[in-house]
Nanobody
Framework: VQLQASGGGLVQAGGSLRLSCAAS????????MGWYRQVPGRQRELVAI???????NYRDAVKGRFTISRDSAKNTVSLQMNSLKPEDSAVYYC????????WGKGTLVTVSS
């Protein structure tokens, strides 16, 4: 199973980006999918997750600015990021869980001040 993330890039503070992630090679629908991010020298942290039923959870720092969505039938997950801040800069990783964690390679988001 492979997860391929896309949509990262450079944006000014206050701008928006949309990350997308698609799974290939799977015969199942992930129980949950989500986005994590990591800054060099720091641990990977949860940004947002969504269950197969559509229940969502966000880290406090992104609540009201980011929105996660998924298409369970297609095993895709997206993250709409609005009102971006420089502290949102990180490598963003797509995650899917079904008996184990599956990770994409990450996509870089850079927010300039």
């Amino acid at each position: 199973v492979q997860l391929q993330a896309s949509g990262g890039g450079l944006v000014q503070a206050g701008g928006s980006l949309r990350l997308s992630c698609a799974a290939s090679g799977s015969t199942f629908s992930f129980n949950r999918m989500g986005w994590y991010r990591q800054v060099p020298g720091r641990q990977r942290e949860l940004v947002a997750i969504i269950s197969r039923g559509g229940f969502t959870n966000y880290r406090d720092a992104v609540k009201g600015r980011f929105t996660i969505s998924r298409d369970s039938a297609k095993n895709t997950v997206s993250l709409q990021m609005n009102s971006l801040k420089p502290e949102d800069s990180a490598v963003y990783y797509c995650n899917g869980y079904y008996d184990m964690d599956y990770w994409g390679k990450g996509t870089l988001v850079t927010v300039s001040s």
